[in-house]
């Protein structure tokens, strides 16, 4: 059950959520989130066969990236060229989530809304244990979905519709609505964003390579446009994709990296973003400029986390690690 009662700032409405608990969905041969996250990391990602038989430059092969946790790697990439396209390569990054934490960060854009505390631009305080980041979905009028984060549900949430959940541990998933996932007394963050584009380890029946509308229109109708999707493992790793491609092969690179569930993301040049960073302390701050595209055929760069003026949702992956006693949790000073 949801109790909303609504209640008006600065003229816009907003929802306080008072949750109940309720059934949660079936795991789906994916590891629960949720529980209380363990410091012992998961196994490295074993590497990815390429599409090609022999491809030069390491493709498929990970290679940890970015700030380690606890001296550990939580995050690997690498990269595939997909089969006939040799000038097409994805770019596939595996995140555990046992070391790094999620957070839904709200734009006025997207999801809309000027009363989010966490917003662009990552504050100092975030910027000492940020690891990645990434973009989130389509607008809402497009996502056919809702939207809950930090009490506020701007738009209501979707029985079957594909949904990034990110729990009070900082833990996430990715599953249908309803099915897989549902609401809880720990769930504080749901972006949901059109249908799942992989189900139980396989790409959703009905996939059409030519597709430039049902699952988003792609500009200029141009098909193999950038598109992002992030997937769950069977042991609950992240999987995060990006590249010049059809959906179908969207689906296809996200089951390649061991997606048992994965849903699409934004789409096209502007929007499509994954970046990691590379401080020279463990502690030290990321920055734009420690900062890596995951491809570098991305048009939008690291920086674009730390820019005042971004006005969209996306997701950072933390380093997991407890608060300093007595420290506050700070809030940004403006409305945007």
Known sequence: MITVRRARRAGVALATLTFSLVAAGRPGGVAPAGAALSR???????NLTPYGVREPGGLGIYRPVGRRVDGH???????????????????????DTRLLRAQL???????????????????????RTLVAAFNG??????????????GHLVSPLVRGAASLVIYRNGSLTVGAWGVDVAMSPQVVAVRQNLTLLV????????LVANDVSHWGSSL???????RSGLGVTRDGAAVYVEGPMSIVELARVLVKA????????????????????????????????????????????????FQVSYARDFVTMSA????????RTRRSRRSR
């Open 199 to 206: 189900d139980h380890g396989r790409p959703v029946p009905g």
């Open 73 to 95: 790697p939580a995050l690997y990439v690498t990269w595939l060229r997909l089969p006939g396209r040799p000038s097409r390569v994805a770019g596939v990054a595996w995140m």
């Open 105 to 127: 960060y709200s734009g006025s854009l997207s999801p809309g809304g000027l009363f989010w505390h966490r917003t662009a631009p990552v504050t100092p305080r975030a910027a």
């Open 320 to 327: 997991a690690l407890p608060a300093p006693r007595g420290a």
């Open 220 to 226: 200029h109708n141009i098909v193999d446009t950038p």
């Open 258 to 305: 061991g997606a048992a569930r994965a849903m699409a993301l934004d789409m096209n040049p502007f929007w499509t973003i994954f970046a990691y960073y590379s401080p020279s302390s463990p502690m030290g701050l990321a920055t734009p400029g420690n900062g890596h595209r995951l491809n570098s055929t991305m048009v939008q760069s690291p920086d674009r986390f």
């Open 137 to 150: 979905g389509f607008l809402m009028k497009d996502a056919h979905g809702g939207y809950l984060s930090e």
């Open 40 to 46: 012992r990391p998961l196994p490295a990602p074993a």
